[in-house]
């Protein structure tokens, strides 16, 4: 492994939402009983927002009208260059019913659980960086 330092180089809004669309998976970050909490969500991003489902007893879904973030990133561990996305805003529980069933084809469970919610994340704040080498900068 190179032990050169790596330059932090900061995305645009639109390179981040791209790169955060390219991976299935990420954590979002909220607040339980006033206690930060995070959880592992598979996601999509559609419209420049974020979609999760997530089912009934799910501690995600109580994030319904609450600020969240929702974090994903892509680092090589041997040579320590990749992106990191953070998407800040408010969780929304989608209610319409042809967006719920198109999101149910866009977005299958990873876990054996009924998955009836969908929760919409609209971008508020979109802050993404990209590590790179010294060649590359």
């Known amino acids: 492994m ?7 180089k900061e995305l645009t809004t639109a390179d981040s939402l791209r790169l955060l669309g390219s991976v299935a ?14 959880r592992l969500l598979n996601h999509v991003v559609d419209d420049d927002a974020v979609i999760v489902r997530t089912h009934l007893g799910a501690a995600a879904l109580g994030t319904v009208g609450m600020v969240v973030a929702y974090e994903a990133d892509a680092i090589d561990a041997h040579t320590r260059l990749g992106w990191s996305v953070v998407v800040t805003g408010v969780a929304r529980l989608v209610t319409d019913p042809d967006r ?5 084809q866009m977005l299958r469970p990873w876990v054996r659980e009924q998955m009836v919610h969908v929760i919409r994340i609209d971008p508020e ?9 010294g060649a590359d900068f």
Do not use: C, K
């Open 2 to 8: 190179d032990s050169e330092p790596r330059w932090l």
């Open 25 to 38: 998976f990420g954590r979002m970050v909220f607040n339980q009983h006033a206690l930060p909490a995070i």
């Open 100 to 104: 719920v069933a198109r999101y149910e």
């Open 125 to 133: 704040i979109v802050t993404g960086y990209e590590m790179l080498d």
